[in-house]
């Protein structure tokens, strides 16, 4: 990337995947990093940490145009990954879920085609996928954002937009296993809304090295998935009890939360009908289809009828075991597990 690329901005820079992906440009001798965020206290943060000049930092809000437009100039490559991701917080205050993940994701999109950005990659969710929460809904209107732009650029523009779909990052903000770690740790029960739930279980490197991927392979308009294992939220639960070793440890069952699903899901069939398989990565292509209408209401395809939606439930399905190696690879795991048997007698 680095002889290509001189200067890369990441939206939301401060978040999980902005400072693993920032870490890993600097890595590779990327000249410049730009992080676009509205925390001035993660930023001072990040910058005493890092304490490299090649890192410059934005304070602003991709609801802001001007902003994006200021962060934007001159860079080669823009990594998105500002957004509302709380699927509570988006419920409430669904307004501003439109205000950030659309309109904001707009800003971006236009801003990078107006500054004639090489490559574009915008990130998404499962939860786009027959989305039944304002989160959801909301990246899946930026998904259509992306692609639009997409169509209406051609395979010939200087600006590659492409997009990228996942699933839970473990041990990110929002996850679920800190939560049951430090419960398990101060001793109170750990909370479950439905054991059989099943999630997708995606390390914080993959979603990087998805991103990554993408912005390596990208056509106009695609959007790539990884072929990511699940497991029930039950096998999750004994997995961390076993690594913990409370195999008395209470579970409390509280039941589905609001806009709750029973799995999730990466991809449709009818994406599916039309995807390019690439052996670790699925790459949904875009539809190119353009304002001729009849394309839509009197055309259809046959051969979409043989695809299943790819969702948590029909995904390779990891063991309590497969769960115990998945979670010890993450460093943050592993040094809880080591503390707690360093302090239990």
């Keep these: 990337m680095a002889d290509a690329i001189n200067s890369v901005l990441i939206t939301g820079g401060t978040g999980s995947f902005g400072k693993t992906m920032l870490r890993e440009l600097l890595a590779d001798g990327i000249p410049e990093v730009r992080v676009l965020s509205r925390d001035e206290e993660k930023q001072d943060h990040l910058r005493n940490e890092l304490a490299d000049s090649r890192v410059r930092f934005f304070i602003g809000d991709i609801r802001d145009r001007s902003s994006v437009d200021r962060a934007t100039a001159g860079v080669d490559a823009i990594f998105h990954a500002a957004a509302l991701k709380q699927v509570p917080s988006c419920e409430f205050f669904p307004l501003e879920a439109v205000r950030t993940n659309i309109l904001g994701s707009e800003n971006v999109i236009r801003a990078a085609i107006d500054a004639k950005v090489k490559s574009l990659v915008c990130l998404s969710t499962d939860k786009a996928v027959m989305p039944i929460n304002s989160m959801g809904m909301s990246k899946a209107m930026m998904e259509k954002l992306a692609q639009s732009a997409a169509r209406e650029l051609g395979p010939a523009a200087g600006t590659t937009i492409s997009c990228v779909r996942y699933g839970n990052v473990m041990h990110s903000r929002g996850s679920v296993i800190p939560?049951?770690?430090?419960?398990?740790?101060?001793?109170?029960?750990?909370?479950?809304?439905?054991?059989?739930?099943?999630?997708?279980?995606?390390?914080?490197?993959?979603?990087?090295?998805?991103?990554?991927?993408?912005?390596a392979k990208a056509r106009q308009g695609d959007l790539f998935i990884k072929k990511a294992p699940a497991s029930t939220i039950a096998d999750l639960v004994v997995a961390l009890k076993q690594l913990f070793d409370v195999p008395d440890h209470p579970v409390n069952v509280i039941g589905w939360r609001h806009s709750e699903k029973l799995f999730e899901t990466l991809a449709s069939s009818q994406e599916l009908g039309t995807a390019e398989d690439l052996g670790d990565y699925w790459r949904l292509q875009l539809d190119g289809r353009d304002l001729n209408y009849n394309a839509y209401f009197s055309e259809g395809t046959e051969d979409l009828a043989k695809f299943e939606d790819f969702h948590s439930h029909n995904a390779e399905r990891l063991d309590v075991e497969g769960v115990k190696q998945l979670l010890l690879s993450l460093p943050e795991v592993q040094q809880a597990v080591d503390s707690w048997r360093t302090a239990t007698p």
């Design 179 to 215: 939560l049951f770690i430090r419960q398990i740790t101060t001793g109170r029960p750990i909370t479950v809304t439905e054991p059989e739930m099943t999630r997708f279980l995606m390390p914080l490197r993959d979603s990087v090295a998805l991103v990554r991927f993408a912005f």
